[in-house]
Each structure stands twice: as structure tokens, then as C-alpha cells.
């Protein structure tokens, strides 16, 4: 008589390595509103085109980031971190400073950024809710 031999159980990842994983996508997120931040304005004539460049890469960020990680958390937390750092480049500092302006190329930057984002989200496959799991 042969005994069957069934695989072992999958073993999950351990929670500090998911939370590493997500504090990554949340910085990699902001890395991006910074570098972003300061580069969005480069114009060719009177065309942004900086930060027209800028939409398809905050697309495609989160959207691989929510693609490799499995779910939508992996593409919320880049956008968060992009949104948190962007927001507060485009708002008044006590000096009077601000680093994305109001001029044409910080609207495309942070309102079309922003749809990107959402857009990138939305489209990002879920594994199904956690509260239906088992």
C-alpha cells in the first residue's frame, strides 16, 4: 500500500513582509510626487509638455503595482503617496513658496495626474473582497 504525499500547505508571507511591501509602494508613490513635483514644468512653446509625459507614467505605475501585488491596495497606496506629496507641493507654504503653480502645466499635472491615478485604480484587477474570503 503507498501512502499519498500531498504538498504542504502554502505558507503566507509574514505580515512585516506585506507590510514592508505596501510601506514601499507608499513611498515609491511619493518619490514619484516629488520627482514629479519639480520636474512637471518643461513647456515646448506654449504646450506642457512635461507634464503631459507625466499621465501615462502615474498610470502605469499604479497600475503595475496593483497588477504584481494581486489586488487594488498595491495600486491605491503609490496614487496615495503621489496624491499626499503633489497636494502639498501645489499648496501656499508659510514663506509664500509653492512648487507647482497654477499655470496650465501644474493643471495638467495634478488634475490630469489625478484622473490617471483613479483610472489606473479602477481598471486594476481585484482578487474579490476580504470579507468573502475564507
Given at each position: 500500500m503507498q501512502a499519498s504525499t500531498s504538498p504542504p500547505p502554502e505558507q503566507g508571507e509574514s505580515p512585516a513582509v506585506i507590510g514592508a511591501a505596501y510601506?514601499?509602494?507608499f513611498v515609491l508613490g511619493v518619490v514619484l510626487g516629488v520627482v514629479g513635483g519639480f520636474?512637471?514644468?518643461?513647456?515646448?512653446g506654449d504646450v506642457p509638455v512635461a507634464a503631459i509625459v507625466w499621465l501615462p507614467i502615474l498610470f502605469a505605475v499604479p497600475?503595475?503595482?496593483g497588477r504584481l501585488i494581486g489586488?487594488?491596495?498595491g495600486a491605491l497606496l503609490p496614487a496615495a503617496g503621489w496624491m499626499f506629496v503633489s497636494f502639498f507641493l501645489a499648496s501656499k507654504q508659510a514663506a509664500g513658496d509653492l512648487v507647482i503653480a497654477a499655470d496650465p502645466a501644474g493643471y495638467w499635472y495634478l488634475y490630469?495626474?489625478?484622473a490617471a491615478l483613479v483610472v489606473a485604480i479602477m481598471v486594476t484587477r481585484s482578487q474579490g473582497s476580504w470579507l468573502l474570503r475564507r
Amino acid at each position: 500500500m503507498q501512502a499519498s504525499t500531498s504538498p504542504p500547505p502554502e505558507q503566507g508571507e509574514s505580515p512585516a513582509v506585506i507590510g514592508a511591501a505596501y510601506g514601499m509602494l507608499f513611498v515609491l508613490g511619493v518619490v514619484l510626487g516629488v520627482v514629479g513635483g519639480f520636474e512637471h514644468s518643461w513647456y515646448a512653446g506654449d504646450v506642457p509638455v512635461a507634464a503631459i509625459v507625466w499621465l501615462p507614467i502615474l498610470f502605469a505605475v499604479p497600475y503595475a503595482m496593483g497588477r504584481l501585488i494581486g489586488g487594488k491596495m498595491g495600486a491605491l497606496l503609490p496614487a496615495a503617496g503621489w496624491m499626499f506629496v503633489s497636494f502639498f507641493l501645489a499648496s501656499k507654504q508659510a514663506a509664500g513658496d509653492l512648487v507647482i503653480a497654477a499655470d496650465p502645466a501644474g493643471y495638467w499635472y495634478l488634475y490630469g495626474g489625478t484622473a490617471a491615478l483613479v483610472v489606473a485604480i479602477m481598471v486594476t484587477r481585484s482578487q474579490g473582497s476580504w470579507l468573502l474570503r475564507r
